[in-house]
């Protein structure tokens, strides 16, 4: 469509409903006319006017992905522009947060017993971490990487100084697993979704009167499945690892839905609905232990300028403290070189995943979002396996496979395969809207170790029974 097409259309609309303003026009308009790069630049522009700079990036990028136009360079344009304003503000709010700290540290440590003074008694004003008042304080585990060559008196002391460093954060005894370094990893960071299947030793610290409660340190790395200090702490892991599944899925959720249509769901069940509009195939129920029949969803607490930040209180993480480097909304990252898929919440691996791609170049790069989402997706001999999601509209699917041999290799005409059982635990963790970046840069497939499986099962009013795909698998 042209602009004058574009302008009669406008005039149109307004003549008959004289009431209703320019985004009423924009989003119906983007509602007829949805592979039309026009509107939803206009939307977009439309909206970041009104200073909803989320929904303006969602309403972009959009028009990036319809099909080339009047004004599609323009929204590229403009896109980009807010990606830069987005990081410049990201830059400064943490910086801003970075000062407070260190000026919360340094009076933390110098109105603070020292390491030869008797410590104070604790208060009754002590801080807590702040918790819904039914849930019970959890276990907290933490699993952090640490260099392989220190001896393990070197990593008592290591682990020493990084648990006395988070005193500020917490007020509850926490224990924190010591595991190899890993490629690609921080070290001396919390490691939220990480199996520690190889183990350098373990502590148990009292945050409040700085105390090492209980601690083991092995000579080299190894399971040590059956030891009696690390067995509870990994039970107590696997069970803190869900409930923050479980939480990070139902935020992004909840962004995505908002970005789409501009406001939260009235109840968490609105997410499951069939599809297309099946952002999540069922809704996390919390584990017995929690004594919780429902995670607590407060959309009153919502904040539009601070979408995802107030997310924390419109869905708050029960029982256990937030993490220290704060979670982000889901992001798909895959690099075609080291054919690697991961699944990542801002700096924090949540799953990385082996895929097969397209031969020859034939899967695109570039930024895109998940588009669709669709169980048990008809095509012949079952060639695209048990789920897929669309992320281009022309073809091209994230999707199981009937030849997982091909796993690893380029054979495909552009589509991404995933192994059955990682494409259903992908599934259930990604919503509509979740952003999907692929590349060809050179990043080596790090070694991984995924936690247990998670995966909500999928429902027939999310299948398509009457859809025969033709997807270049």
């Not at 700079?53 to 323009?74: D, I, M, S, V």
């Not at 790395?221 to 696997?238: F, H, I, K, V």
């Not at 609905?273 to 809704?283: D, R, S, T």
Request: with cysteine; glycine share 6%.
């Amino acid at each position: 469509m042209d602009k004058v097409s574009f302008l009669q259309e406008k005039s149109t609309f307004h003549m008959k409903y004289p009431d209703q303003s320019d985004l009423s026009f924009y989003r119906w308009f983007t509602e007829q006319h949805p592979d039309e790069a026009i509107g939803w630049y206009h939307l977009g522009r439309e909206r970041q006017a009104r200073g909803d700079r989320e929904q303006a990036l969602a309403a972009l990028r959009r028009a990036l992905h319809a099909k080339p136009g009047p004004y599609f360079n323009e929204a590229r344009e403009a896109y980009q522009e807010l990606i830069r304003e987005r990081k410049q503000q990201e830059w400064r709010n943490k910086t801003r947060r970075l000062l407070a700290s260190l000026l919360f540290l340094y009076f933390q440590f110098a109105f603070s017993p020292g390491p030869l003074t008797e410590p104070k008694a604790v208060t009754t004003s002590a801080p807590t971490q702040a918790v819904p008042s039914a849930v019970p304080v959890q276990p907290h585990v933490e699993v952090i990487a640490v260099p392989s060559h220190l001896s393990a008196a070197q990593r008592e002391s290591q682990v020493r100084k990084y648990v006395e460093s988070r005193r500020p954060s917490l007020t509850q005894p926490y224990t924190v697993i010591a595991v190899p370094e890993v490629a690609g990893a921080p070290i001396y960071t919390p490691l939220l979704f990480y199996q520690p299947n190889t183990v350098l030793g373990v502590m148990r610290y009292h945050p409040v009167n700085r105390t090492v409660i209980n601690q083991k340190w092995f000579d080299r790395p190894g399971t040590y499945e059956e030891d009696q200090m690390l067995r509870p702490a990994r039970t107590s892991l696997a069970e803190e690892q869900q409930v923050t599944e479980h939480i990070l899925t139902l935020r992004n959720a909840l962004y995505r839905y908002y970005q789409q249509k501009g406001t939260l769901p009235v109840n968490l069940a609105l997410l499951a609905g069939a599809y297309p509009g099946n952002y999540l195939p069922q809704i996390p129920v919390p584990p017995t232990g929690l004594g919780l029949k429902a995670y607590p969803y407060r959309p009153d607490a919502f904040r539009p300028e601070a979408a995802w930040v107030s997310l924390r209180d419109v869905l708050p993480l029960p029982g256990y403290p937030e993490p220290l480097i704060p979670l982000a909304p889901l992001q798909i990252r895959m690099s075609e070189s080291s054919h690697t898929m991961r699944l990542l919440s801002g700096s924090h691996v949540v799953r990385s995943y082996p895929v097969g791609i397209g031969k020859n170049g034939s899967t695109p790069e570039g930024y895109f979002t998940i588009l669709q989402k669709i169980n048990q997706p008809r095509g012949h001999d079952n060639i695209y396996g048990t789920r897929g999601m669309v992320f281009q509209s022309n073809g091209y699917a994230i999707h199981g496979t009937n030849h997982p041999e091909s796993i690893g290799t380029s054979v495909s005409l552009g589509c991404i395969r995933m192994l059955n059982a990682a494409v259903e635990e992908l599934y259930s963790f990604v919503s509509l809207g979740t952003e999907v970046i692929l590349s060809d840069s050179p990043v080596p497939a790090y070694p991984w170790s995924n936690p247990a499986p998670f995966v909500l099962a999928a429902r027939p009013e999310e299948e398509t029974p009457h859809v025969i795909y033709q997807w270049l698998h």
